[in-house]
């Protein structure tokens, strides 16, 4: 007997994941320059040159038993450590390094957080437009998914409807920011607003109402737009990063959950981290990678490129008539449908082999989400199918 | 308000860890050589020179975003095809890639099997001894713990302790062997009854019985010792492997589930497989680690070390009286406290700075485990404590 929750989380692919197949298989039949592919988020500028000198350089100075052995749970300290202090160094904070439980990426990172916060009847918010693995992360793990509707003019968050959403099972918020889908960073004042909305709810009802950042496009941010850090804003902030995009290491499951000793209940939190990192499977990040990251802590990610193909898209596209909020961040644009209805929108561009996603699963149904991390050259190639698709739309 | 159930899992640590933890203290104050430490069993031989110079070569050969990069939830095709390759190899069985799903190591690789099989009122049985985590594992994912007592002579199977621990609840039996504490390895006599009993019961009430089968140790074996390929003893197994032990990379998070053809709804609880690998956060294995176990996948370990270390222990110890199942495989011995009470006399030993573990968590509170992963030095310099404790047991 098998469980049909698994059965249906293992068959229903995302539509995501669907287009990208979808393209797979039609550069098979029409040949992969044809072919226009803004399915998916993965980054397209390589590794930076440091992380394999700083793979190669441990493997020659390290002993093997130190490489790839255990570390304990929650990380090797020393690793720990480098990244505490290049927060310390950046945002002027007190972080420590058992403030820092490193793991296999952002994903476990926001599960173990969710578990830790699930008590009975449990709810976490989402700000749409949401990254759509939210949605299972959370209902999966025990607690239940509660969405607060977008701001679809400025992709910053509606006050109003936020605090509608609260209730006193309310446990956190996930703030992503800058953010997938939008590409949007949201504004300090946001973050202040949201901040007095939270503080003023956790009073109302007696507990803790906390921010669980979800910060892997931290470091990709254009204009010279400002991140904000928030836990500077609102300290029950908890932090969950990965380095799959600022250094290029998706597939590599590194990443953090950071609990600053400012958070209420800090020791208590951190330690249910750590319980539910276990039942999930996820102690000891990969121990080679610990120690590659702690190497290569203070890189940046070289974004020229991805800033070029936000410009050349949002700059074509705008001008044929296309209604976006401008990107700041991330690799992403969320633009409006034509029409109204992004599935049909989607369904229209894909007869013309372009892949751009629905927003129904980001809470959005009337935006479609291209991938800026792309080919250069095959954003060009796509531009005119862009313009098609937008004139000849009834 | 934070997880009671998660916070308890955070804090309570294991009593392993804890005499590894008080080991090093006690380090610090007599010196590293006059403390003698079984606790952990984590390799104390490195991993072989290839793994180095396959990461090394891939370094060189293959670009940073297909190294680095996100490859599909269950893995990189390439890699999932090295394993099922040297599977058939070995076995003679018809292992299709798409029967892999590649895991960050067992622990998830375990948890995404006992979750896909979590349906309502579900139970797992483990067999005494068993390691520890299984409980935290199965209770934490959906489903009940069921022990059944240890055969405490041979550390087999006791057929009618395990006939009457199951019910019409019971969803599968998790088969550990090489074991870990008992370093027993089941005979093919034992698995063919197991085979036998499981076989009728499946059909007493209607819906298969799975073997889960979690082979972390199975190229760990000693005297020439048969370790049966337990899918052809019992068609409905499922395989949770582990490169931990036999490459050496227990820190790097790398392993298997295979859920083959033969097995009753294999495809079907595959993708529930995927469902819950999704929701603990387990897509995609370490990206440069698929690549290098797919290189190494046909190395066998050099366990002459670890042969030695199990000689001369048992040898010794049971030339002073103690008694123990002699060990097969694994790199444990699992010896029969004197007195009786393993938590009294591993406290006895903890005075005299000979660390060994209890086994009541085991499942087995009149036995203790050792490690047999440590330096041949080290155990030598214990012997005389050994010798010592038990002439002096009351």
Known sequence: MISEAMLKLGTTRSCIRELFEYGNQQAAIVGRENVYDYSLGNPSIPAPAQVKASINAILDEVNSLSIHGYTSAPGALDARKAVADDLNARFDTSIRPE???????????LISVIRALAVEDAEILAIAPFFPEYRPFVE????KFVVVPADTQQFQIRM???????NSHTQAVIVNSPNNPSGVVYTKETLVSLANVLTRK???????IYIIADEPYR??????????????????????YSWSKSLSLPGERI???????QVTDSAQLFAAVCGAARIIGHVCAPSLQQLTVARCVSLRPDVEAYDRNRKTLYDALTSY????????????MFVKAPGGNAQAFSDRAKEKNLLIVPGGDFGCPDFFRISTSVDHGMILRSLPVFEELIKTQV
Chains 1, 2 share one sequence.
Do not use: M, W
Not at 219 to 240: H, K, M, Q, R, W
Not at 255 to 261: H, L
């Open 255 to 261: 990443g953090y959950v950071c609990v600053p000793d």
């Open 99 to 109: 403030n820092i439980f490193l793991s296999c990426g952002a994903a476990p990172a």
């Open 160 to 166: 109003d409807k936020l605090e509608e959403a609260i």
């Open 321 to 332: 008539g296309y209604e976006c909020a401008k990107p700041k961040g991330a690799f992403y």
């Open 202 to 208: 956790a009073k109302e009802f007696g507990h803790p």
């Open 140 to 143: 999966n793990n025990g607690c």
């Open 219 to 240: 470091e990709l941010a254009y204009d010279g737009v400002e991140v904000s850090f928030i836990p500077s804003i609102y300290p029950d902030t908890v932090i969950c």
